[in-house]
């Protein structure tokens, strides 16, 4: 199985910070990689796919990137309503597997 | 709009069964692979089962595989995981995902049910 190592599990940024959420897979996976962003008692929502493509209607302050097999979601300019948990995924095969997330606090 | 409404969840004995159920709406399901995830209580995300959108493929992970069955009715536009010998370690909630990408199951999961709680407990 394809193992997503997910860092930090957990951040405090400020208001205005640049923040950036690390995933390295254990084996090629391509850009077969998205992004979710999860608020407290609610569905996880889609913000990047194929690695670096942003999702409709998700803002431009969002980014992913890829080095290898080091996947990073970067958040530009952070707002209170960017709190939430992050989780990676790959889609390259099965079994599909997330990362173990991250939770990210708005100070 | 894209809905995807799961039912079906509840409190159950472990070594029971039930049946979770997703209504989907807003998109041409018979098109699309269908997907469920679930999440333990303050736990990440854990891929379940997911099936193509004839139905004729279907992959699970290995802790639920021969106890959980994904299936679908696409004239009925739902989507279905029954789950039977459950364990305590099946508590979760359950959401159905499925992508803006039609044709293949693995992808990326773009639309998400509310979810459906199932504990397992006696």
């Known amino acids: 199985d394809i193992q997503m190592t997910q860092s930090p599990s957990s951040m405090s940024a400020s208001l205005g910070d640049t923040v950036t959420i690390n995933c390295l897979a254990s084996q090629d996976i391509g850009n077969y990689l998205s992004w979710y962003q999860q608020k407290p008692g609610k569905s996880p929502k889609l913000m990047i796919y194929?690695?670096?493509n942003l999702e409709d209607g998700v803002p431009s302050r969002f980014s992913g990137s890829r080095s290898g097999s080091d996947y990073s979601l970067t958040i530009n300019s952070l707002g209170y309503d960017d709190e939430g948990i992050y989780h990676c995924?790959?889609?390259?095969?099965?079994?599909?597997?997330f990362g173990s997330g991250t939770k990210l606090e708005i100070k | 709009e894209v809905q995807l409404v799961e039912s079906g969840g509840g409190l159950v004995q472990p070594g029971r069964s039930l049946k979770l159920s997703c209504a989907a709406s807003g998109f041409t399901f018979s098109n699309y692979g269908m997907h469920w995830i679930r999440q333990a209580p303050t736990k990440g995300l854990e891929w379940v089962a997911s099936?193509?959108?004839?139905?004729?493929?279907?992959y699970y992970r290995d802790s639920v595989k021969g106890r959980f069955t994904i299936s679908r009715d696409n004239a009925k536009s739902t989507l279905y995981l029954q789950m039977d010998s459950l364990r305590s370690e099946d508590t979760a909630t359950y959401y159905c995902a499925t992508p803006d990408y039609p044709g293949i199951t693995t992808t990326w999961f773009a639309y998400w049910g509310q979810g459906t709680l199932v504990t397992v407990s006696s």
């Open positions: 995924h790959q889609y390259y095969e099965y079994p599909l597997t």
């Open positions: 099936i193509s959108p004839s139905g004729g493929s279907t």
């Open positions: 194929g690695a670096t």
